[in-house]
Nanobody, 121 residues
Framework: VQLVESGGGLVQPGGSLRLSCAAS????????MNWYRQAPGKERERVAA????????NYADSTKGRFTMSRDNVKKMVYLQMNSLKPEDTAVYYC???????????????WGQGTQVTVSS
């Protein structure tokens, strides 16, 4: 199982970045996908989530209206479009897979290695 994030970097406040996560080694379309982030000295928080079919996404209050999560089940990719970035968005961003959706328990949880996003002038 692998989740590989890319697309992080340094951006000025108000700018945009698009994170990508490439999945392999599991049945991607059976898993809900999440983006988490962790800033120095803070707990990891979920910023966006999307259903296995991609029919519905939800967001943390801090990212609602600025971030958009999407997925491509053919390419086994998930994306996070981040607009109007703020310094407080600075963190390591992690891709997470949780599922399979057809099984109540136990759920499997897979994580990527993370990609750094820094918002600074």
């Amino acid at each position: 199982v692998q989740l590989v994030e890319s697309g992080g970097g340094l951006v000025q406040p108000g700018g945009s970045l698009r994170l990508s996560c490439a999945a392999s080694g599991f049945t991607f379309s059976d898993y809900a996908m999440n983006w988490y982030r962790q800033a120095p000295g803070k707990e990891r928080e979920r910023v966006a989530a999307i259903t296995s079919a991609g029919s519905s996404a939800n967001y943390a209050d801090s990212t609602k209206g600025r971030f958009t999560m999407s997925r491509d089940n053919v390419k086994k990719m998930v994306y996070l479009q981040m607009n109007s970035l703020k310094p407080e968005d600075t963190a390591v961003y992690y891709c997470n897979a949780n599922g399979p959706t057809w099984r109540l328990a136990p759920k499997s949880d897979y994580w990527g290695q993370g990609t750094q996003v820094t918002v600074s002038s």
